[in-house]
């Protein structure tokens, strides 16, 4: 009996303890079945993330772009506009008139419209016209014929870049060109940006423009002397002269870095400067002491050099 008993409760503990491992064994495959989603959670988790950013980047650049397409096509009906200001006030006399196209409500930007009418070339009237929502502005040129206005040119500058014009015999051939002056808001070195139209007067239909940086004009030398765009030290003086409308390099001038800007290298070749094509000079020549931003081309130590 007793027997009995015993081999009852050896059996009863044998079917525990092998239930027991049974239910150690699926607590150690759910445990690992766990560790697994542990181990693969972030890396979906990421994968998720990294496409819910994608989609809010793609659709703040779409937002953006939109926002771009609307404020430029508001800024053209403001030049429509102003061009029937110039239509009903303009009576063959110098004339000047900035009003607000657009007070600006909700997300409508304020808008700004500037208008000057007068003789810019010879004995035609012009009219020069901005429209600027204080971010971006819209440029416009136009030849006032009675009651004809033929549009010459059109510059939109974004990101408040505020132009202004100026008119002046820049190649020396004493016929007045148009010039469209801006600063960019951003980047890191001088950017005195001119977009310059030689002889509107002289030309039909839309003018083309030439782009110079930090330009100075020598006109009764037929010259332009300027300074390139980089950082002082690593950036070049330079020298073109005029052939009729077209501007043939003749020279750049560049800190020697040999002798860490203590003289300078002239080359015809700006990203060529050789042995048998350089020239070593001990100081500026005086031409370029009259350029404008001459001492930013300076503002060097030896230290700037120290990288290359």
Same mark, same amino acid.
């Given at each position: 009996?007793?027997?009995?008993?015993?081999?009852?409760?050896?059996?009863?503990?044998?079917?525990?303890?092998?239930?027991?491992?049974?239910?150690?064994?699926?607590?150690?495959? =759910?445990?690992?079945?766990?560790?697994?989603?542990?181990?693969?959670?972030?890396?979906?988790?990421?994968?998720?993330?990294?496409?819910?950013?994608?989609?809010?980047?793609? #659709?703040?650049?779409?937002?953006?772009?939109?926002?771009?397409?609307?404020? $430029?096509?508001?800024?053209?009906?403001?030049?429509?506009?102003?061009?029937?200001? !110039? #239509?009903?006030?303009?009576?063959?006399?110098?004339?000047?008139?900035?009003?607000?196209? *657009?007070?600006?409500?909700? *997300? !409508?930007?304020?808008?700004?419209?500037?208008?000057?009418?007068?003789?810019?070339?010879?004995?035609?009237?012009?009219?020069?016209?901005?429209?600027?929502?204080?971010?971006? &502005?819209?440029?416009?040129?136009?030849?006032?014929?009675? *009651?004809?206005?033929? $549009?010459? =040119?059109?510059?939109?500058?974004?990101?408040? &870049?505020?132009?202004?014009?100026?008119?002046?015999?820049?190649?020396?051939?004493?016929?007045?060109?148009? #010039?469209?002056?801006?600063?960019?808001?951003?980047?890191?070195?001088?950017?005195?940006?001119?977009?310059?139209?030689?002889?509107?007067?002289?030309?039909?239909?839309?003018?083309?423009?030439?782009?110079?940086?930090?330009?100075?004009?020598?006109?009764?030398?037929?010259?332009?002397?300027?300074?390139?765009?980089?950082?002082?030290?690593?950036?070049?003086?330079?020298?073109?002269?005029?052939?009729? $409308?077209?501007?043939? +390099?003749? $020279?750049?001038?560049?800190?020697?870095?040999? &002798?860490?800007?203590?003289?300078?290298?002239?080359?015809?070749?700006?990203?060529?400067?050789?042995?048998?094509?350089?020239?070593?000079? +001990?100081?500026?020549?005086?031409?370029?002491? &009259?350029? !404008?931003?001459?001492?930013?081309?300076?503002?060097?130590? #030896?230290?700037?050099?120290?990288?290359?």
């Amino acid at each position: 009996m007793n027997k009995s008993r015993l081999l009852k409760k050896f059996l009863y503990i044998c079917r525990h303890i092998i239930f027991s491992a049974y239910l150690m064994k699926y607590s150690y495959f =759910l445990s690992f079945l766990m560790l697994i989603g542990c181990l693969s959670s972030p890396k979906q988790q990421e994968e998720s993330s990294q496409i819910a950013s994608d989609t809010v980047v793609e #659709a703040k650049e779409q937002r953006y772009f939109s926002k771009n397409v609307e404020n $430029e096509l508001l800024l053209r009906k403001a030049m429509v506009d102003a061009l029937q200001k !110039i #239509a009903d006030s303009f009576h063959g006399e110098d004339w000047e008139y900035t009003y607000d196209f *657009d007070k600006g409500e909700g *997300d !409508i930007p304020h808008i700004r419209v500037e208008i000057k009418v007068q003789k810019y070339f010879e004995e035609t009237y012009y009219a020069v016209i901005y429209a600027s929502d204080y971010v971006n &502005t819209l440029a416009r040129l136009y030849r006032v014929d009675h *009651d004809v206005m033929q $549009e010459k =040119l059109s510059e939109y500058f974004p990101w408040m &870049t505020v132009p202004s014009d100026t008119i002046f015999d820049a190649n020396g051939d004493k016929v007045k060109d148009f #010039a469209l002056r801006f600063y960019p808001s951003s980047g890191c070195c001088r950017r005195d940006i001119y977009h310059l139209y030689l002889s509107p007067e002289k030309k039909e239909g839309q003018l083309s423009y030439i782009e110079l940086i930090n330009p100075t004009f020598y006109h009764k030398e037929h010259l332009i002397r300027g300074i390139g765009y980089g950082r002082p030290g690593h950036v070049e003086l330079y020298k073109y002269r005029w052939r009729g $409308e077209v501007l043939d +390099t003749l $020279e750049y001038i560049l800190p020697d870095v040999a &002798t860490k800007g203590k003289t300078f290298l002239k080359s015809r070749n700006l990203y060529g400067f050789t042995k048998e094509k350089e020239i070593r000079l +001990t100081k500026l020549p005086e031409e370029y002491q &009259t350029v !404008i931003g001459l001492d930013y081309f300076l503002d060097y130590t #030896a230290e700037d050099f120290n990288s290359d």
